[in-house]
Nanobody, 119 residues
Framework: QVQLVESGGGLVQAGGSLKLSCAASGRHLNIAAMGWYRQAPGNQRELVAIISSRGSTNYADSVQGRFTISRDNAKSTTDLQMNSLKPEDTAVYYC?????????????WGQGTQVTVSS
């Protein structure tokens, strides 16, 4: 069983910054990808950023150049540094980790943390 604990959400003015953190715990963690997703009211959950075990990253076009994802493999943690925040970044942000399973990749989710950007 994998547990994810997120922290760092909150309220910030447009143009400000926030940093989200996620820590994974469990037995025999062999984490492949770690990522952040977000879901705004009335919208589907969407990928924000993802980082592989080797450090390769991929970002949504809407956050490219403003957000930076990082991870610490030794600590099984991932951070999302969010700069130049916009009101449209307002959403619940979810941490995601992918672990290899018998039948493919298993996805695990955090509880979500609210990010609100005021104009």
């Amino acid at each position: 069983q994998v547990q994810l604990v997120e922290s760092g959400g909150g309220l910030v003015q447009a143009g400000g910054s926030l940093k989200l953190s996620c820590a994974a715990s469990g037995r025999h963690l062999n984490i492949a990808a770690m990522g952040w997703y977000r879901q705004a009211p009335g919208n589907q959950r969407e990928l924000v950023a993802i980082i592989s075990s080797r450090g390769s990253t991929n970002y949504a076009d809407s956050v490219q150049g403003r957000f930076t994802i990082s991870r610490d493999n030794a600590k099984s943690t991932t951070d999302l540094q969010m700069n130049s925040l916009k009101p449209e970044d307002t959403a619940v942000y979810y941490c995601n980790v992918q672990l290899p399973g018998v039948y493919g990749v298993n996805n695990y989710w955090g509880q979500g943390t609210q990010v609100t950007v005021s104009s």
